[in-house]
């Protein structure tokens, strides 16, 4: 059985390094030229129900453990003035809730846990076709062709394997736009000490303003308003980023001004909640291809989730394994793409402030009945 993975982000490899697990081999074809060739992103919390499931399954769950950071769970959420709001501070030490890891961290624990040949680099999967005899025919450029018996598509946001199971359209959420800021402590103290070890939320009206504490020393900061309130150029200098932050106390607004370089703004799309498709044999996708969703936390972890779940079913019964694993996905996915869309929303109304709190504010517990 030839299993082909179109993508080597954190779905693809977690599946291919549990396939290997059963003794099943896979081909990842990745588009990059090499794990080095661009930075993956900020920190990742991975959840225990999930993304640490999944890493667990792979037999990387002590790997895990000697580079994720507790620590890092702990977040603040201040108003425009600088207010705190909500404070949590997690148990030292403890893994029991969502420790942090760094995307590039926790995609090279991935790598090096995988046979030298099982990612292919410099691939980028143009098109694929149902064979004959079954299977599937993948073309790369330069006109190159691969065949195999199963594809799974792993290629996020913007798959090319999804068009053959749906025609579902992407529609903007929001916009991002990202700086990051090295060396935190000896360049800027003031922004590590507002920051802390883990996250920062500056909640207003319709505009969010975060950063959060990276494993190399760094901080990402990311920006989230409404999609569409201007063009995406308009957000590609810091001049006037701070305009639109303009009456933000100057702490908070001293994240902008710090970035190492110009921001980087980019749409941030979602598929409809609720999206299925019929299925096609030997055809499936995982991750943001199968289920993209506002990035509020549960993308990278759900994807890991799809790879453990496929994977298991994969080496139980390859025939019926496909559509098994779709139902499943899809009745599992779609509240939480559901909660991610309330949460996307919640983050950029009028009231995000006062709602984000009763977010993270737990519920008191109610009192236990008595026996009569």
């Not at 080597?8 to 794990?35: F, K, M, N, P, W």
Request: with cysteine; aromatic share 4%; net charge negative.
């Amino acid at each position: 059985m030839r299993i082909a993975i179109a993508g080597g982000g954190l779905g693809g490899l977690t599946l291919a390094r549990i396939l290997h697990q059963h003794g099943l081999d896979a081909v990842v074809y990745e588009r990059e030229a090499s794990r080095s060739a661009r930075g993956q992103g900020g920190s990742l919390d991975l959840h225990p129900e999930s993304g640490q499931r999944a890493l667990a399954d792979a037999g990387l769950a002590g790997s895990f453990r000697t580079q994720a950071r507790p620590e890092g769970e702990e977040h603040r959420i201040v108003d425009p003035a600088g207010r705190i709001l909500v404070h949590h501070v997690p148990q030292p030490g403890s893994f029991s809730g969502r420790p942090e890891i760094d995307r590039g961290a926790l995609r090279d624990l991935l790598l090096d846990s995988l046979p030298d040949d099982t990612v292919v680099w410099r691939h980028r999967l143009v098109a694929a076709a149902p064979r004959p005899g079954g299977g599937w025919e993948l073309t790369f450029p330069g006109g190159q062709v691969i065949g195999c018996d199963i594809l799974v598509g792993a290629d996020g946001a913007r798959s090319v394997v999804r068009p053959l199971l749906t025609d579902v359209r992407l529609s903007p959420v929001a916009t991002l736009v990202e700086l990051h800021i090295s060396e935190v402590d000896r360049r800027h103290p003031e922004l590590a000490e507002l920051v802390g070890p883990g996250n920062l939320w500056c909640v207003g009206v319709n505009q969010i303003l975060a950063a959060q504490r990276l494993g190399d020393g760094g901080l990402r900061v990311g920006i989230t308003l409404p999609a569409g309130d201007r063009p995406i150029d308009t957000y590609g200098s810091k001049r006037a980023l701070l305009e639109i932050f303009g009456d933000w106390d100057a702490r908070l607004t001293a994240l902008i001004e710090a970035g190492d370089s110009a921001p980087v703004p980019r749409l941030i799309e979602a598929m409809p909640t609720g999206t299925r498709w019929a299925g096609r044999p030997g055809l499936t996708l995982i991750g943001d291809a199968a289920h993209l969703m506002p990035p509020v936390g549960e993308g990278a972890n759900q994807a890991m989730l799809d790879a453990a779940e496929l994977a298991g079913r994969l080496a139980a019964d390859p025939d019926p394994a496909v559509r098994a694993y779709e139902e499943a996905m899809f009745a599992r996915t779609q509240p939480i793409a559901e909660m991610s869309a309330r949460v996307q929303a919640m983050m950029l109304s009028p009231t995000a402030a006062q709602d984000i709190v009763r977010f993270f504010t737990p519920r008191p517990r109610e009192a236990a009945a008595v026996d009569s």
